[in-house]
């Protein structure tokens, strides 16, 4: 028998998303429900004695609709194949500068960019820099042409996509049960999203993730849960009325109760959930019966540590981004390692600063120490080459890459330990690893040949097998020289990235599936960047010039540390989680 939610309980005792706007390549395969009402503009009928090209493009202008069974796209295609397309089969999302062609057997070829494809659950797949090419036959039907052999599934351009669906997340639990883990959806608003996004978490987690979080309707005890009717707005409250859970244990309904509100308390209108059981109130002690985010505070996916003040390395010694600077505690912060790059983990309870690790380089070899936070390291492990050491909010444990392909995590107080990660080297050679804050992702720089992506992968454990990281996707396919990646929030990345126009290194920010790849501005920096760092709530600090610099998003630049003073120097910045 699994033991569950004590940690959720301990949460709620202590407890007091956007339309996109820009993509790398990307596949879609199903498409998500859509509202019953009309949202934004509608398409036209087809005009009378249309070319056989301006019919397929209004069929691709067509789809951009949420009415059901999208009759307009229906009314560009013969009687035979308007009843029997299956619009419900997926969306193939296209660039806007697509291209038609008139062939000489009478089809009209469609090319285009393949930005991507949405799954049923409105789960997004990033699609790489594959062409998209589908050709279309049509036929005459009363002396106008209509198209023959629809493929099944929306083909969708990428600023109706935009205009038509916003990212919401749905929400599972780290395996510690300490924070809630964001899974991208992309719908369609409306009256009935409420009830879209419960039916979408009572599906489960995507296939990437499922193995990583814990969902309390993965426990038999809640095997039959179903939503019972739709989903009751009345003015800021929901109601979720449940059945099959009744009986549940009072801990899994703690669960389900957190990833309801979290997922349910991100839109705009709501402001408290009532969960009901077969129509009944869900009675749980210590659980108000109108929930609201603010009751399962603890559980934030992004809350930052108390003490997460940015550290960098400067000559080989541990400083703390403060203001004014300052040494850190100890002989990591007196320079006596000659440190080449650093973590430092927090208690999740306390939010201080604990234990750190830190590697040293010398006569071709790297070493990594391990001690309390302002106290004595001592080696732990050595190899040719470690990557830069991370660690996540959830378990006081540093992971990173020896050698370019060994994933290894050292537990505080324990010996380093290797990750099962068999696949990995499969995509290239890494260069950085970087753990989500809950601790259920990582996201990899790897290079392979002359690329260098990033990659996020699922880590997955379990009581009876080593820690495994897997379920590998890339998710900059359009960006081919990554030079480092942090975790902006547990749901986006901020990298660093060769510009090929330009022949620079700039700031991209792209969320965990690939979606919305937007450069950062580089104003302020002396020169390019060459490391960086970010944490949930925290401006990202970059190193450039041999300085650190601060993100300041009110003014959209990059500045130094001190307000008005000279840059600090300094390398290697990061946060600690």
Known sequence: MRVVSAAVLVALSTACSTVPTSSPTVQITQEPPRSDGPVGIEPDSPEPDATPEEVVRGFIEATASTVVTHPVAREHLAPEPAGSWADDAGITLLGADYATVTTDTGTVVVTGELVGRIDQRGGFTVGGEEVYRQEFRL???????????????????????????????????????SRVVPDPRYLIDGDALPTVLVDRLLDGPSA?????????????????????????????????????????PPALLAELSAQLVWTLGQLESVRSVEVLADGEPLALDGVPSVQTVDTWASLDPDAAPVDAVGHYLEAGALRRATDPPAPAPGPAGEGAYGLTSAAVATDPSTGGLTDMVGVTERDGQATLLAGPYGGDLTPVLSSGSLTVPTVAATREEFWLVRDGSTVVRLPTGGPPQAVNAVTLPGLGRVTALQLSPDGVRAAVVVEDGQRLGVHVGTV?????????????REVTPTVGQVTDVAWRTSGSLLLLAGDAGRERTVPYTVGVDGWDLAPVPTAGLPSQATRVAAA????????????????????????????????QPGTEPFYPV
Do not use: C
């Not at 969708?156 to 049960?177: A, K, N, S, V």
């Open 139 to 177: 036929e005459q039907v009363d002396g106008q042409w209509r198209i023959s052999d629809p493929p099944d599934g929306l083909l969708m351009l990428q600023p109706d996509f935009q205009r038509l669906y916003e990212r919401l997340d749905l929400y599972f639990l780290d395996p510690t049960g």
């Open 460 to 472: 997955v454990r379990s009581d009876d097998d080593p820690v495994a990281l897997r379920d590998w």
């Open 536 to 567: 949930p709530g925290r401006p990202p600090l970059v190193s450039a010039g041999g300085a650190i610099w601060e993100w300041q998003a009110a003014g959209g630049t990059w500045v130094t540390l001190v307000r008005g003073q000279q840059p």
């Open 208 to 248: 990437v993730l499922a193995a990583g979080v814990r969902n309390a309707l993965d426990d038999p005890a809640l095997a039959d849960a179903r939503l019972g009717s739709a989903v009751e707005v009345s003015g800021p409250v929901v109601r979720v009325d449940l059945t099959g859970v009744a009986d549940g």
